[in-house]
């Protein structure tokens, strides 16, 4: 079976590190790729669309101007991967979950914004489910 590919955009090195560990005891085989700010996760996708290897799932962040170097929060890292790629299928994945930024998210065409506090475990279920849709 061929790896699914993840493309997890989020600004802060501990969370890439956690979801990374977090997908690889998924039960589907996951390659994941990183991107530490907002421009940095555009470029990464458009190189892996041009590498023939076009991202199954991204993850994105709302707040990705915090910790990292970037200037654009996730919403717009949305619309500008949706430019590329009308068919992205991106999900949020963020602590600001219930607020007006994760439905502009919504708005943008992030397909559903998930709880970072949900449980690893359902974290996982509820990828391996995104992943056998894709």
Known sequence: MDK???L???DEETMQDLIRRNLDLCKIPIAVYSALSGEEGVEKY??????GRKPDLVL???NLTQWGKGEIDGVEATKRILEIDPEANIYGYTAWFATAWAD???????????????LPSEFRKKIE??????
Do not use: Y
């Open 4 to 6: 699914k590919i993840v």
């Open 8 to 10: 997890v955009i989020d």
């Open 46 to 51: 458009k190189e892996l669309m041009e590498k």
């Open 60 to 62: 994105m962040d709302l």
């Open 104 to 118: 502009k998210l919504i708005e943008a065409g992030a397909k559903e914004v998930i709880e970072r506090t949900m």
């Open 129 to 134: 489910e995104i992943l056998s849709q894709s």
